[in-house]
């Protein structure tokens, strides 16, 4: 919940101090998100220091939450969600966000870029799995330690790792999200792009991997290492964003085709 009301205020101080209210575009210094993810962290991790009862009540918020989503589920939903949680059936969509960059940029630019893209994966994905996980330690709700186990549901006997905070899936796909709407700043492309990443994030949430917390600490990781690599990039090849973005159907038209591709084949199970 703490994390839900700062992101709230961070958007609300973008849309009301840069006067961008009904536009979702992402802003132009990513130093300021720098520093809101800081500050994020800080208030996230209070409880872990507090200990005793707001640390036991942020447990059971998450919980209850995670039982609410990982509860709602049918063999059609099991399939799919499944499905959309895999990293190869991605592919085709990251090869069509390579493409709209060499197709923006110099070529030099757009591999600059794409080094930018895997630092900001790396950055999230070994900050999370490496440091934080082994510090936390928190249990899946999936992992047979969690106290909630017997009351997931699982799908197809997934139970991913041992720990899980923060998801290193929401670290990695907001981190690309956050990365290229900086990159861009088009308001169709961070449309697109977010509603993939959260989509991703509930996957992990139902199939029981994931709690709700784990989910949004992942997401904030993956925006503070997108803010400093892009800076990086920035630092780097003095970038200037094209005004006009060419071929950017192509990345919606992958998308939508592999969504498409996912239900018909979940319907096909099912």
């Known amino acids: 919940m703490i994390l839900v009301c700062a992101a709230l205020v961070y958007a609300l101080y973008y849309a009301l101090v840069l006067r961008r209210v009904g536009r979702f575009t992402p802003p132009r ?41 990982n509860g709602w589920h049918s063999p059609f939903a099991d399939t799919f969600m499944y499905t959309y949680s895999g990293k190869v059936v991605w592919v ?55 106290p909630i186990v017997d009351m997931v549901h699982l799908v197809n006997g997934y139970r991913g790792g041992r720990y899980g905070f923060p998801s290193c899936h929401a670290a990695n796909t907001f981190g690309l999200a956050f990365y290229l709407m900086f990159v861009f700043r088009q308001r169709g492309l961070t449309w697109l792009l977010m509603g993939w990443a959260l989509l991703t994030c509930y996957s992990r949430a139902y199939l029981g991997v994931h709690y709700p917390g784990d989910l949004l600490t992942g997401a904030a990781l993956g925006l503070l290492a997108a803010a400093l690599c892009y800076a990086l990039f920035r630092w780097v090849t003095r970038y200037k964003r094209p005004r006009h973005i060419r071929q950017l159907w192509v990345p919606v038209a992958v998308c939508g085709l592999t969504v498409a591709g996912m239900l018909v084949y979940a319907f096909i199970i099912y």
């Open 29 to 69: 210094r990513p130093w300021a998100a720098f520093s809101v993810v800081a500050l994020l962290a800080v208030v996230a991790f209070l409880p872990w220091v507090w200990g005793g009862q707001s640390l036991q009540l942020l447990q059971q918020w998450d919980a209850a939450l995670l039982l609410a989503i």
């Open 92 to 146: 085709p969509l990251y090869v069509s966000l390579a493409y709209l960059l060499f197709r923006n940029m110099p070529w030099r630019t757009a591999l600059l870029c794409l080094v930018g893209v895997a630092l900001t994966i790396t950055l999230a994905d070994q900050v999370g799995a490496s440091l934080i996980r082994p510090w936390v330690e928190r249990p899946r709700p999936s992992n047979a330690a969690s």
